[in-house]
C-alpha cells in the first residue's frame, strides 16, 4: 500500500515506514448492515491527532517507534472484535444506490511514521496549523466508497520522543459518542505503558440502526415531510423536520437574490483550504462574565447551560461579522443527540449515528435587536422540539427528493450561503483529551479539516474543565474574521 506523504514535497520532513491493514482478532461472519439515512448524510473521514509530549523520562527510555505500533495493532486487533464494522467497507445497494456498510473484516489501516520535528516547534497545539495534516494516514480516494476503509491510523514519533496518534473514522460508521467509545476501548485494549489497569468494563457496543432504519419509518405520515411549495405551507403542519425545512428558505432566499449556494458533494473535493479555521479559547471566568453581562438580575446557578449561552452569542457575532441586511433570514442549526429522544429509546451504546439538527430562523434585524435571553429560550424550544415524530419526519426528509431548483442554482442540489447559516457542533460531552493511548492524558487532541469547515465545535479545553475551546472556520476575507473575533471576544 503506498505511502501518500511521500508524493507531498511539503510533507517530506514525516517518513511513513510501514502500512499495514488491521483484522479483528475474531473474524466475524460477513454480513450487510443496513445504515440509516442520518449515516449516509457524511460517508467522509473524519480526522483528529492526539499529542503525547507530556509522557515522563521513564516512559519514553521504556518504548520505541517498533513497541508502541505493535501494541497499537495488537490493541486495535482486540478492539475490532467487537467493533467489527470498522473492518468492513461501504457498499451501495444495488437496488437504489443508497450506501450500506459490508461487514467484510477487509481491515482497518496502520501506519507507522516519524518526523525529527518537536512537538514544542508546532506552537500552541490549539491553534490548527497545516501540519497536523501530516500525522493522518490518507489512502488515495477514487470516489468509490468501496475500496475507502473505515478506519484509519497513524502513529508518528517527534524528535523530542513524543508521539501523535492521528485517527479518521468514516462519519457513516460512527458518530462523535460512538468515536469517543470506540477510542477508549482501543486505548485500553492497547497497554502501551506497562502496568496499566484496565478501565471498568464497558457495554457491548450496538451496531444494529433498529427502528432508524427507513423501513421502520413507514407508518409516518409522508404527507407532513416532504419538501413545502412556498413558505406559507409550512403552517398548520403537525410535524415537520424545521431544519430541513430552513434549509430550503435558505436556498430559495438565496437564489432570489441570485447569490449562489454551495453544491452537496458528497465524498467530493472541497475548496477547504480557502477556508481559515480559528480556535478560541474562553476561560471559565470568560464564560461567566458573559452570563453576567447579559443576565446581571440572575441570582445563583442560572437556569441557562453553557451550551445555549454559547451558542446564541456565537450566532449574533457571526450574522454581525458578516454584516447580513436587516430583512434577511439567518439560521442557527445545531446537532442533538436523540439516543433518548426515540420511542424505544436508542441502547446508550449504540455506534450509528444518533443527532438530527434543530433549527432556529429569523430576520437579521429580529436576531440583532433580540437579547440573549430570548435567542436561549428560542434555542431550548427547538431542542425541545426533537422528540420522536421530529425524528421520523428528519430521517423521511433525507429519504426524499431534493427540492426542486431554481434556474439560478443550476439544477444542482446545493447547500445555502453559509454566512447565512449557523452550525454548532457540541463535543464538550466527548472528552477526547481523556483518550489515555499512553497511560497519560495528550496534551491535545486537535481535529483536522472537516467537510464543512464553518461548523462551529465546542470543545472542552484539557488545561480547564470549565472552559470551552471554540474551533470555526471562515471562508471569507480578514475583514469577516477580525469582525467576528471582536464581536464573539468581547464581554464589555
Given at each position: 500500500m503506498a505511502a501518500p506523504h511521500d508524493n507531498d514535497p511539503r510533507s517530506n520532513i514525516v517518513s511513513i515506514s510501514r502500512v499495514v491493514s488491521v483484522h479483528p482478532k475474531?473474524?466475524?461472519?460477513?454480513?450487510?448492515?443496513?445504515?440509516?439515512?442520518?449515516?449516509?448524510?457524511?460517508?467522509?473521514?473524519?480526522?483528529?491527532?492526539?499529542?503525547?509530549?507530556?509522557?515522563?523520562?521513564?516512559?519514553?527510555?521504556?518504548?520505541?517507534l517498533n513497541s508502541v505500533f505493535s501494541k497499537l495493532k495488537s490493541g486495535l486487533e482486540e478492539t475490532l472484535t467487537l467493533w467489527y464494522p470498522g473492518a468492513g467497507r461501504l457498499r451501495p445497494n444495488q437496488s437504489d444506490g443508497k450506501l450500506n456498510l459490508w461487514c467484510n473484516n477487509h481491515g482497518a489501516v496502520l501506519a507507522?511514521?516519524?518526523?525529527?520535528?518537536?512537538?514544542?516547534?508546532?506552537?500552541?497545539?490549539?491553534?490548527?496549523?497545516?501540519?497536523?495534516?501530516?500525522?493522518?494516514?490518507?489512502?488515495?480516494?477514487?470516489?468509490?466508497?468501496?475500496?475507502?476503509?473505515?478506519?484509519?491510523?497513524?502513529?508518528?514519533?517527534?524528535?523530542?520522543?513524543?508521539?501523535?496518534?492521528?485517527?479518521?473514522?468514516?462519519?457513516?460508521?460512527?458518530d462523535g459518542p460512538a468515536t469517543y467509545e470506540f477510542l477508549s476501548a482501543?486505548?485500553?485494549?492497547?497497554?502501551?505503558?506497562?502496568?496499566?489497569?484496565?478501565?471498568?468494563?464497558?457495554?457491548?457496543?450496538?451496531?444494529?440502526?433498529?427502528?432508524?432504519?427507513?423501513?421502520?419509518?413507514?407508518?409516518?405520515?409522508?404527507?407532513?415531510?416532504?419538501?413545502p411549495s412556498n413558505s406559507s405551507s409550512l403552517s398548520g403542519m403537525k410535524t415537520r423536520a424545521m431544519a430541513i425545512d430552513h434549509l430550503?428558505?435558505?436556498?430559495?432566499?438565496?437564489?432570489?437574490?441570485?447569490?449562489?449556494?454551495?453544491?452537496?458533494?458528497?465524498?467530493?473535493?472541497?475548496?477547504?483550504k480557502k477556508c481559515v479555521l480559528k480556535t478560541y479559547h474562553l476561560s471559565g471566568a470568560m464564560i461567566e462574565d458573559l452570563k453576567r453581562k447579559h443576565f446581571p438580575m440572575r441570582r445563583g446557578s442560572l437556569p441557562f447551560s453553557t451550551f445555549e449561552v454559547l451558542a446564541a452569542h456565537l450566532w449574533k457575532a457571526r450574522t454581525k461579522a458578516f454584516q447580513a441586511t436587516k430583512?434577511?433570514?439567518?439560521?442557527?442549526?445545531?446537532?442533538?443527540?436523540?439516543?433518548?429522544?426515540?420511542?424505544?429509546?436508542?441502547?446508550?451504546?449504540?455506534?450509528?449515528?444518533?443527532?438530527?439538527?434543530?433549527?432556529?430562523?429569523?430576520?437579521?434585524?429580529?436576531?440583532?435587536?433580540s437579547s440573549h435571553e430570548v435567542i436561549i429560550e428560542r434555542i431550548r424550544e427547538a431542542k425541545n422540539s426533537v422528540n420522536n415524530d421530529y425524528v421520523k419526519a428528519y430521517v423521511e426528509a433525507l429519504d426524499s427528493p431534493p427540492p426542486p431548483q431554481p434556474p439560478q442554482q443550476g439544477g444542482n442540489h446545493s447547500l445555502p450561503p453559509l454566512n447565512d447559516l449557523t452550525v454548532v457542533s457540541d463535543w464538550t460531552r466527548m472528552p477526547?483529551?481523556?483518550?489515555?493511548?499512553?497511560?497519560?492524558?495528550?496534551?491535545?487532541?486537535?481535529?483536522?479539516?472537516?467537510?464543512?469547515?464553518?461548523v462551529a465545535y465546542f470543545m472542552q479545553s484539557p488545561l480547564d474543565d470549565s472552559a470551552v475551546d471554540?474551533?470555526?472556520?471562515?471562508?471569507?476575507?480578514n475583514d469577516v474574521v477580525s469582525a467576528f473575533t471582536r464581536c464573539f471576544l468581547s464581554v464589555q
Open positions: 475474531l473474524v466475524q461472519p460477513q454480513r450487510v448492515l443496513t445504515l440509516s439515512n442520518l449515516d449516509r448524510q457524511c460517508p467522509n473521514l473524519m480526522h483528529l491527532v492526539f499529542f503525547y509530549n507530556n509522557l515522563s523520562h521513564q516512559t519514553l527510555k521504556d518504548l520505541s507507522e511514521a516519524e518526523t525529527s520535528i518537536k512537538i514544542s516547534q508546532l506552537g500552541n497545539l490549539s491553534e490548527y496549523n497545516e501540519f497536523f495534516e501530516n500525522l493522518v494516514y490518507k489512502p488515495a480516494f477514487d470516489g468509490n466508497f468501496s475500496n475507502m476503509p473505515l478506519i484509519v491510523a497513524q502513529v508518528t514519533k517527534f524528535g523530542c520522543g513524543g508521539y501523535s496518534i492521528g485517527i479518521g473514522t468514516s462519519h457513516s460508521l460512527f482501543w486505548a485500553s485494549n492497547s497497554e502501551i505503558v506497562k502496568g496499566r489497569s484496565r478501565s471498568e468494563e464497558v457495554p457491548k457496543p450496538v451496531h444494529e440502526r433498529g427502528i432508524l432504519l427507513s423501513g421502520a419509518l413507514n407508518q409516518a405520515s409522508r404527507g407532513t415531510i416532504n419538501f430550503y428558505q435558505l436556498i430559495m432566499q438565496a437564489a432570489a437574490s441570485g447569490q449562489k449556494g454551495f453544491p452537496m458533494q458528497i465524498g467530493g473535493a472541497s475548496n477547504q430583512e434577511k433570514l439567518v439560521c442557527l442549526q445545531f446537532a442533538v443527540d436523540i439516543r433518548a429522544k426515540t420511542s424505544p429509546p436508542l441502547p446508550k451504546p449504540f455506534t450509528g449515528n444518533a443527532y438530527v439538527l434543530a433549527s432556529i430562523m429569523m430576520p437579521a434585524s429580529e436576531l440583532e435587536h477526547f483529551h481523556n483518550v489515555t493511548f499512553f497511560r497519560a492524558k495528550p496534551t491535545y487532541a486537535c481535529p483536522l479539516r472537516t467537510p464543512m469547515p464553518q471554540v474551533r470555526i472556520g471562515f471562508h471569507a476575507g
